[in-house]
């Protein structure tokens, strides 16, 4: 049992708690790092600005097909295989709260120890050209955006997981943690062109919101609290960006 699991829960493990090879498990992580590979390209290519319709159908609702597809056709499992427990839960609600709170002061606590040690902290490359339009168009676009993140991230996590139990013969704890902290390093890394390149900013803020997002899928066994985590922190976030900005 990890760290994020709650004492005597007998819910499994989505797809880690299976008999899924370790070939399988290196297939999500290929498919995953693939499909994302190819949002963050055509991130490149299309100006959300001027193209907002073919960016969100191109970089946003295909690759979710794929991402979902690929989940299929890899594991046999479907997309309800990542939500093992009720959604709307009381202790699925507190633990969605706890974690993001604890986010929260995360990125707090990290801002004030870079800005003590004179790190530059470097922000989203959105906020420099956020205005009313972009920030609706994000409230729309990031329900299928972020869950593009959060199925890569999932991917990488129970792929790794899998393997490292499978091929390498680690304890499940081990394994799950091994998972968890290449999966931290990865997201951190598709952050590349929001941040910049800044490498402190991705590993030391960005990454390890994996820490908590899937931390709460552990605990939860449910795809959609960490993906509501993310909404509402990224949403609240540039709304106050946008706030600050145009005061």
């Known amino acids: ?86 959604y709307w839960s ?16 995360f990125t707090q606590l990290a801002q004030l120890i870079m800005r003590l040690a004179n790190i530059k902290v470097v922000g989203h490359d959105n906020v420099d050209h956020i205005n009313v339009t972009t920030l609706l168009f994000n409230y729309g676009t990031d329900l299928v955006n972020l869950m593009n993140e959060e199925l890569f991230s999932l991917f990488v996590f129970i792929g790794c997981t899998i393997i490292f139990q499978k091929t390498f013969k680690l304890s499940r704890s081990a394994s799950i943690y091994s998972g968890l902290l290449l999966s931290i390093i990865l997201f951190g890394l598709i952050h590349y062109n929001a941040y910049n390149g800044n ?19 552990i605990r939860t066994k449910n795809i959609l609290v960490p993906f509501t985590m993310h909404y509402i922190f990224d949403e609240v976030a540039f709304t106050l960006l946008f706030i600050v900005t145009n005061i």
């Not at 295909?62 to 989940?71: R, S």
């Not at 609600?93 to 986010?103: E, Q």
Request: proline share 2%.
């Open 1 to 86: 049992m990890t760290i994020f699991e709650r004492k005597n829960d007998q819910t499994k493990l989505p797809l880690i708690d299976t008999e899924l090879s370790a070939s399988r498990g290196l297939g999500l992580v290929i498919s995953g790092s693939a499909i994302m590979g190819i949002i963050l390209y055509l991130d490149s290519l299309i100006s959300v600005e001027n193209h907002k319709l073919v960016y969100f159908l191109l970089v946003g609702l295909l690759p979710l097909i794929l991402m979902i597809l690929a989940l299929k056709l890899v594991t046999k499992f479907n997309f309800r295989a990542l939500i093992a427990t009720k």
């Open 199 to 217: 490498l402190i900013t991705m590993f030391l803020l960005i990454g390890p919101a994996r820490f908590f997002f899937t931390g709460a899928f």
């Open 90 to 105: 009381k202790s699925n609600f507190k633990t969605g709260v706890v974690y993001l709170i604890g986010y929260v002061l």
